[in-house]
Nanobody, 118 residues
């Protein structure tokens, strides 16, 4: 599975961005998908996941502000980020699991930088 993340950029606090992750190489609907992020000087952390059927899970820090979605026809996953805060600044990575439910990342995209200014 190859993953290509896009959609990052610079946004003011309170603004919105939508990240996309295009997948290729295997039947996309079989894989749980997730987004992670890594802020400068910090470890990579889980943001949100979605299983092959659309069931979602979120980190407490983004619950209610971010929405993960997938389109199994377009082989893509998305992360809609609203009410962005400076602490959301990070490189965002999409990941795919080898299982229908996202348990652990098996494949990674290259990352896309999100910068939120105060």
């Amino acid at each position: 599975v190859q993953l290509q993340a896009s959609g990052g950029g610079l946004v003011q606090a309170g603004g919105s961005l939508r990240l996309s992750c295009a997948a290729s190489g295997s039947p996309f609907s079989r894989y749980g998908m997730a987004w992670y992020r890594q802020a400068p000087g910090k470890q990579r952390e889980f943001v949100a996941s979605i299983n092959g059927g659309g069931i979602t899970n979120y980190a407490d820090s983004v619950q209610g502000r971010f929405t993960i979605a997938r389109d199994n026809v377009k082989n893509s996953a998305y992360l809609q980020m609203n009410s962005l805060k400076p602490e959301d600044t990070a490189v965002y990575y999409c990941a795919a699991a080898k299982t229908w439910t996202f348990i652990a990342p098996a494949y990674w995209g290259q990352g896309t930088l999100v910068t939120v200014s105060s």
